[in-house]
């Protein structure tokens, strides 16, 4: 019966209702895109971290993975150092460099990372060959789309580029052996991946043995922290930075978007609490006269209470629900503005939606409904009976 | 004796060389403007010693005087960075990391733009290597992560503000409903609906104009807490929030608008009902 | 035999105003209401008719005095225990009627059995023949904004009737209805009064004061005229 006389109190006033289910519908969209804001960038970046199942990264101390120029010199040793810890399985040594190829007499520069084809975790190889041999390297669309060229063309790289003079040094021929997806660069970022010797080399690299970075697999059920632990007593020369850590980093880095996604989810709460009190104080107002006749004929206060939270649960409901369309559109869209931040991987969201998201805007609606007929239920339990009589008489 | 030495101690101070520290290294280590303190670009913890890969035994250590603590600048792309900074002359920074006679950088003043412009010219035709950018240039190429961020800010704002207009739509809708009652029986003696119509969206005006002044001054009060929360978070003397006049003048004029509109709304319902009606019978 | 209703001695101030004046709206009422009675209290306004019928009601606390209603003194009870009294023991018709009117005609006489526990079919079938005793069986789905003031009034009456109290409590029942409708509510009370209900009604109608077994007059707080029975009863019974 409480249910019935709810739904059929909110029914009786259709656009007050459908206003107010609207205001809490904008309401839940906002918790919603906050919600998943706050999760999303952790799960996106963690997902992309753990895409190629390389647990540790290796980069020189004081810096993120190619965070700048800086390099860890003997690299081999390392890797030795590395291969005696029984942990490990596979330890991918990574150099990122520019080069750069003559295309209409301009030079086109691209990102590009020598590293061991066989134990790489940077690219996913969509077409041709792996960049195997000495003169081979595999290429991205964008590398592809800005020199105008395909898969097996043969192109001379270069090391060195000066704009003024227009010359290149450093000079290499290669063939494009095949075609990439690289998993952490930028959409539209140019890249080449080749052998990690061929580029140190072009590079000048060779006799310090350069790289930027290490990415190490594990054996399943290695417990990474005690593993980093040992990489950072062994090779002091370097972070080692476990995905955990590395998420971490990321979020010092991108907190502002994490706290403003609290604020903004908390100030949406806010509102939707106000909106939904203020509907249920009016509503209550109007309706005194058949509260206290309700009360006169021996309905409890507590059944009362039960009456007008019960309205204040169903209007939230009706919001929320209606606003996880409204925030899904809203989150994608919000996405695409932030998608464009530079440097940003082209595999990361902002706004990750999982349905532990959904649960929780939800859920945190469904709490503020109840809290939001608090005072209007209580003001109507309360009611003093007679004098409310009375005054429905005057009026 | 030790009356003696302190001629010796300063002459030896005069010869140390001065460095400047950033104010939250001076605060986290307790360094103060005098000390002395060794740098070196030595990696800490037992690496320099023989046989531990990549070590260097002989990284240059040099003992210098703390003459000056920086504060942060108000840099946007400065302020998620929590690495340290140090101001070193430079002679002395290229010996203690070994780079020779190299920079990164040269920064050039000019008088006027007219004198940039030269500048500008005559650098890339005498200079091989590299090229000379004006600032503005590079200001431009690396603001678009501000740009994004911006875009983001209105487009909340925008959010913010749709999800306000139908709030108050709402509440104003409510509160003028409350007071059928009253307004029939005004009908009922004689008054027009014009005066009942004008009489609800006068009041919705000043509900809209009262109420903007009171968000004025929390969104004023809510500024500072952010500003003070992140310039705290942060340790950067950046402004993230600023309150201007035509920040406060747009909320208000929107409030109005918005407020007018709602009653205006608000009171057509209330105008078309039957008196009779609105009052119960 | 012990009266259905007794009170002694009941008093009740309001405090009313800015200044916080006393008014005392019921000073000493003493009375007795056997089972089966039918008694019209009359008066002017401002006289504490209403509010002596809310202290008789429990709806309102007295500040002194004593009430026992079925046996069982309400004063000193607790708001739970008044309200589950009230519900299962007295019936309220009020002059608004108070209906309310998201519900239909018959979900609106079922609501008090709701209250009480009553299973669904139990209650649905019982508000049926309630509305079928006060001539609103084809009107039983209507909602109350489809229904004429005096078809209003009698499903009021039929919800006050819901858990079979043993008093039912009236307060301006024909005030907002025409002579003609307030007739047939006279006549609906008589034929409860008939089949054993114990009514007071509050009125200003002549015609339902005089339709009852006894009539006690207020003023300023007090019964100035308590008379055993009206003339046109007195007459009847003769």
Same mark, same amino acid.
């Given at each position: ?45 963690? $997902? ?53 190829? $003559? ?6 520069? +691209? ?247 959904? @649960? ?17 239920? @209580? ?17 | ?123 890339? !035709? ?72 004008? +009489? ?19 969104? @004023? ?61 | ?19 916080? $004046? ?158 003609? +409708? ?12 008939? !089949? ?6 509050? +009125? ?35």
């Amino acid at each position: 019966m409480r249910i019935l006389l709810a739904l059929a109190a909110l029914r009786s006033h259709r656009v007050r209702t459908a206003l107010a289910v609207l205001g809490v519908a904008v309401a839940a969209a906002m918790l919603l895109c906050m919600v998943m804001l706050s999760a999303g960038l952790r799960e996106s970046f963690r $997902e992309l971290l753990l895409a190629r199942g390389f647990q540790l990264r290796l980069s020189p101390r004081g810096t993120l993975p190619f965070d700048t120029e800086a390099t860890i010199s003997d690299a081999s040793t390392i890797v030795q150092t590395l291969a005696a810890q029984p942990d490990v399985v596979t330890v991918s040594a990574v150099l990122g460099a520019q080069l750069h190829v $003559e295309q209409g007499g301009e030079g086109v520069t +691209t990102f590009a990372l020598g590293v061991n084809p066989a134990a790489q975790g940077d690219y996913e190889l969509l077409e041709g060959r792996d960049a195997k041999a000495p003169d081979a390297l595999v290429a991205n669309d964008a590398f592809l789309a800005a020199a105008g060229a395909r898969v097996g063309d043969t192109l001379t790289f270069a090391a060195g580029y000066d704009p003024q003079l227009r010359s290149f040094s450093g000079e290499r021929t290669m063939v494009v052996s095949g075609r990439a997806r690289f998993l952490y660069l930028a959409s539209g970022q140019s890249a080449v991946a080749l052998e990690l010797r061929v580029l140190q080399d072009m590079t000048g690299r060779a006799g310090s043995d350069e790289v930027s970075l290490f990415m190490v697999r594990l054996r399943d059920g290695a417990d990474v922290e005690a593993v980093r632990a040992w990489i950072q007593e062994h090779v002091p020369r370097v972070d080692a930075i476990s995905t955990a850590e590395a998420m971490q980093r990321v979020d010092e880095r991108l907190s502002y978007f994490r706290q403003l996604g609290f604020i903004l989810g908390a100030v949406s709460l806010i509102v939707g609490f106000l909106l939904v009190t203020t509907l249920m104080t009016v509503s209550v107002n109007e309706r005194l006269g058949e509260i206290a006749v309700m009360r006169a004929m021996g309905v409890s206060r507590l059944h009362v209470i039960h009456q007008i939270l019960l309205e204040g649960l169903a209007m939230s409901l009706a919001g929320g629900i209606a606003g996880l369309g409204l925030g899904l559109v809203t989150a994608r869209y919000l996405n695409s503005i932030l998608s464009a931040f530079p440097g940003l991987p082209e595999a990361i969201d902002f706004f990750l939606f999982q349905p532990r998201s959904a @649960w929780t805007a939800l859920g945190l609606l469904v709490l503020v409904g109840v809290a939001a007929g608090i005072y209007p239920s @209580w003001r109507a339990a309360t009611l003093p009976i007679a004098g409310a009589l009375h005054e429905e008489a005057v009026a | 004796m030790l009356l003696a030495a302190l001629p010796l101690f300063f002459a030896l101070q005069a010869q140390l060389r001065t460095v400047a520290v950033g104010a939250d290294l001076a605060a986290d280590a307790g360094i103060a403007v005098g000390d002395t303190v060794v740098i070196s670009a030595r990696p800490p913890a037992g690496v320099g010693e023989e046989g531990v890969p990549g070590g260097r035994a002989d990284w240059p250590v040099d003992s210098v005087v703390v003459s000056a603590i920086v504060e942060r600048r108000a840099d946007p792309s400065e302020i998620a960075r929590n690495d340290y900074r140090v101001r070193l002359h430079l002679d002395q920074l290229e010996r203690l990391v070994g780079y020779g006679n190299r920079v990164d950088r040269f920064a050039v003043g000019t008088f006027d733009s007219a004198a940039t412009e030269q500048a500008l010219r005559s650098i890339e !035709d005498a200079a091989f290597g590299f090229q000379a950018h004006r600032s503005r240039d590079i200001a431009a190429e690396t603001s678009t992560t501000f740009a994004v961020v911006s875009r983001f800010h209105r487009a909340i704002g925008v959010i913010t503000i749709v999800a306000s207009a139908v709030f108050l739509l709402c509440i104003l809708l409510l509160k003028v409903e409350e007071r059928r009652r009253g307004m029939g029986a005004l009908r009922l003696i004689g008054l027009s609906r014009r005066t009942v119509f004008s +009489t609800v969206v006068i009041e919705a005006a000043f509900v809209s104009v009262l109420g903007s002044a009171l968000g004025v001054l929390v969104g @004023w009060a809510a500024s500072a807490a952010v500003n003070a929360y992140y310039q705290s978070f942060y340790r950067t003397p950046l402004r993230f929030s600023i309150v201007t006049a035509d920040i406060v003048l747009f909320a208000v004029l929107l409030s109005l608008v918005l407020g007018v509109v709602a009653g205006a709304v608000a009171a057509l319902r209330l105008v078309r009902a039957p008196p009779l009606e609105l009052i119960g019978r | 035999m012990t009266p259905l209703l007794g009170a002694r001695d009941l008093r009740r101030d309001y405090r009313m105003g800015r200044r916080g $004046e006393v008014v005392q709206a019921v000073r000493g009422v003493s009375l007795e209401v056997p089972r089966g009675d039918y008694l019209a209290i009359v008066g002017p306004s401002g006289s504490g008719k209403s509010s002596l019928l809310n202290l008789l009601g429990a709806i309102d606390t007295p500040d002194a005095g004593e009430l026992s209603i079925a046996g069982r003194n309400v004063v000193g009870m607790s708001d739970r225990e008044l309200t589950d009294f009230r519900l299962r023991n007295i019936g309220f018709v009020f002059q608004r009627f108070y209906l309310l009117p998201v519900l239909t005609a018959r979900e609106n006489v079922e609501l008090p059995m709701a209250e009480a526990g009553v299973p669904r079919a139990v209650r649905r079938a019982r508000a049926s023949e309630l509305l079928a005793y006060v001539g609103l069986a084809p009107r039983e789905h209507h909602r109350p904004t489809q229904l004429s003031g005096g078809e209003q009034q009698r499903v009021a009456i039929a919800r006050a009737l819901a858990n079979r109290p043993a008093l039912l409590l009236a307060d301006e029942p024909t005030g907002e209805l025409d002579a003609r +409708t307030g007739e047939e509510i006279i006549e609906l009370f008589g034929r409860l009064n008939a !089949d054993g209900t114990t009514l007071v009604v509050v +009125t200003h109608d002549e015609e339902l004061a005089s339709a009852a077994r006894r009539v006690i007059h207020m003023k300023d707080g007090v019964i100035v005229v308590p008379r055993e029975e009206s003339p046109t009863r007195r007459i009847e019974r003769e």
